[in-house]
Structures are given as structure tokens and as C-alpha cells.
């Protein structure tokens, strides 16, 4: 590989070369994620079949294959199997492009994904708003704690003194006391020191599918979508499961009855300040009514919540999780598909860099 070429593999940006038949030609790795699509499979297919959109741009493409003067459309929809993307794509003609069949004219696509641009931004605001919230909220845990526990350990002292027809009311206190504590501990999220282990994204799916399944029974089913090829990372196993449990748990709340657990990866990935050479995609994709206009900005907050019967901790708890594996939960809303994806640096073994 030349030094040219090394670039051209490196960049972020989705690179894509066609011929004058608008047949592939080569693609650079983030063409490959971002069509999740290897480049054995896209060399050789035409445009119009990996991307039926640009068959109202084929009058373009032809005037720069014969003007070449490149174009720029921006904002444009790409329909991808199970999500759409929003691109930024820019095409020039390569003059004397060596060729299967020689040398020829060709077009270069450069896509560089607009809706992950967009997201980042959103991205830094979620984790500071987070982490600013955690912090409040463990902070005022732990100044309720106090009292409560001394008014429960007040209620049991009174309960010694009191005739047993007495002591129903200072067991409602103990109880409601248990019961406070309880709620507290959960709004503090995990306490226990994080776990570092081998873990295999595809046995956390599998764990929950089967806790659900047993949970709800009839009515529910699930598909599985797995990129087999995932290595396995080091994580905490326990609160991983119970992330994802959230996730799935949370889809159920909103009467979703059809699941699908995705898993993929993406290369050369930013989560916050911070990119990472391979993180994870996990996704828990449903057919419920989508997120209600009126939380989208708060969903992660904790004790907000758009069910009856729901706490409002379990996506508060699971983003939670996924901060202390360095990683963050997003999600995309509408009718029909909701989509809530967890992305997880894979770090390996004595792996201490991204």
C-alpha cells in the first residue's frame, strides 16, 4: 500500500469510486461501515442497487462524467436495510482513472454522515448534562440517607415500647422508611465497584431475551440480528445485562410486542472527546408508538418517565452503566420505530488505549 492509499484507508470520510457504468469500483473502510457492506460485496454492483436514491442523480452523474465539474448535494437520504442515514456527498470526475478496462473517466463520492455530526454535538451536551445530574442526584441520596436512617432506627425504638396493637404504625414507618431507601439506593445507580471481565455482547442478548420472554410470556417475540464477527471486550457481564434488561424492559412498557436486538461495529468512532479505533453498536429496535415529543430532552433523566407504571430510573440506570464503560446510549424516535442504540469502546485485554 502507498502513502496515498493509506490516507485514502484512514479517512473518515466514506470514499467511493464508480465507473462510467456506475459500477463500484473501490470503496475505502469507512465506505464499508457506513453501507455496512464489505467491499467484496459493493465492488462491482451498480450504485442504483446498493442505493436506490441515486437514481434521480444519473443525469448528474452523467454531466460530470462529461463536464467534470463535480457537484455537492447536501443533506441527502440515504435508505440503508433497518436505518437511514443523513449525507453530505460531494462528486468529481477522475480524469484517466486506471480502470478494469483501461484507463477511463471516473467518478469519486466522497459521504461524509451529517446526522452523526449533528449527534456529536448533542452527544457532549448528553454526557455533561448527565454526568452534571449524577452528581446532584447522588449528592442528595446521600443527604437523605441520614435522616432517613435515623428515623428509622428512631421507629424501632419506639416500637419496643409500644403494646403490639400499638406497633402498626411504627411498622408503616420502618416499612415506608425500607421502602425510601430502596428508591434511593436505585437513583444512586451501581455502587458496587465495576467488574472487569470477558464479555460477549450476544450472551447479553440472549440473557435478556430469555428473562423477557419468561417475564412477559405470549405476545412478545423477538429477532435477532447479530454481526457474528464481534470480538468479545472487557466489561462488567452483570451490569451490562442490566442495562440492556432496561432497554428492552423500557420497549415493553410502551406496549412494543415485536423486539429486535441488532449488534454491529464501527470503526474509528468519537464517544464524547474520545475516539476509539472499534466500538460496539448494540441496538434494541421496537415497533412501539415512539417517545413522546415532550420527553425527548429529558428521557435519560431520572424519575421521568412516560408510562403508568414505570419508575422513570430504568434509562437513567442504564445510561448510567454505560458511562462507566466509557460508552453512551442514543436513541432515534418515531411511530412505529424506536431505536435505542449502546456504544461500547471494545477494549481488549491489556488494552489501555482506544
Known amino acids: ?12 470520510t466514506a470514499v467511493v469510486v464508480a465507473d462510467a457504468a456506475l459500477r463500484v469500483q473501490a470503496i475505502n473502510p469507512s465506505g464499508e461501515m457506513l453501507f455496512e457492506l464489505s467491499a467484496k460485496q ?3 454492483q451498480a450504485l442504483q442497487r446498493l442505493w436506490p436514491q441515486t437514481i434521480p442523480l444519473a443525469t448528474l452523474f ?12 447536501r443533506g441527502l437520504a440515504l435508505p440503508l436495510p433497518g436505518r437511514e442515514v443523513i449525507v453530505d456527498m460531494t462528486v468529481t470526475a477522475i480524469l484517466g482513472y486506471e ?17 452523526r455530526l449533528r449527534r456529536f454535538a448533542h452527544e457532549e451536551d448528553l454526557v455533561d448534562h448527565h454526568l452534571a445530574q449524577r452528581a ?16 428509622r432506627g428512631a421507629a424501632q425504638l419506639l416500637e419496643r415500647k409500644l403494646s403490639e396493637s400499638e406497633r402498626e404504625y411504627t411498622r408503616i414507618i420502618i416499612r415506608e422508611a425500607d421502602r425510601l431507601q430502596g428508591l434511593v439506593d436505585r437513583l444512586s445507580g451501581p455502587t458496587r465497584p465495576y467488574l472487569q471481565a470477558q464479555v460477549n455482547i450476544h450472551q447479553v442478548f440472549e440473557h435478556v431475551r430469555s428473562l423477557m420472554l419468561a417475564e412477559v410470556g405470549e405476545g412478545l417475540t423477538f429477532k435477532r440480528d447479530y454481526d457474528p464477527s464481534l470480538p468479545e471486550f472487557i466489561g462488567d457481564p452483570d451490569q451490562l445485562v442490566q442495562a440492556v434488561l432496561n432497554l428492552v424492559r423500557n420497549s415493553v412498557q410502551a406496549s ?15 464517544i464524547g472527546q474520545r475516539r476509539y479505533r472499534l466500538v460496539l453498536r448494540a441496538e434494541v429496535e421496537d415497533n412501539g408508538p415512539g417517545v413522546p415529543s415532550q420527553l425527548r430532552e429529558t428521557l435519560f433523566y431520572p424519575m421521568v418517565t412516560g408510562h403508568a407504571s414505570g419508575t422513570g430510573l430504568g434509562l437513567s440506570i442504564a445510561q448510567d452503566i454505560a458511562r462507566r464503560h466509557d460508552g453512551l446510549i442514543e436513541y432515534t424516535s418515531r411511530p412505529g420505530r424506536t431505536v435505542f442504540t449502546l456504544f461500547l469502546p471494545l477494549r481488549q485485554e491489556n488494552d489501555t488505549t482506544g
Not at 502513502?3 to 479517512?11: G, P, Q, R, T, Y
Not at 452523467?62 to 448535494?73: I, K
Not at 446532584?136 to 428515623?151: D, F, M
Open 1 to 12: 500500500m502507498n502513502h496515498a492509499d493509506s490516507i485514502v484507508e484512514n479517512l473518515t
Open 42 to 44: 459493493m465492488i462491482g
Open 62 to 73: 452523467a454531466d460530470t462524467l462529461q463536464s467534470a465539474h463535480s457537484f455537492t448535494r
Open 99 to 115: 480502470g478494469v478496462t483501461g484507463d477511463q473517466t471516473a467518478l469519486l463520492l466522497e459521504l461524509t454522515q451529517i446526522d
Open 136 to 151: 446532584v442526584v447522588r449528592g442528595l441520596a446521600h443527604e437523605i440517607k441520614n435522616p432517613l436512617g435515623g428515623l
Open 256 to 270: 412494543s410486542r415485536q423486539i429486535c436486538l441488532r449488534s454491529r461495529i464501527e470503526r474509528q468512532f468519537t
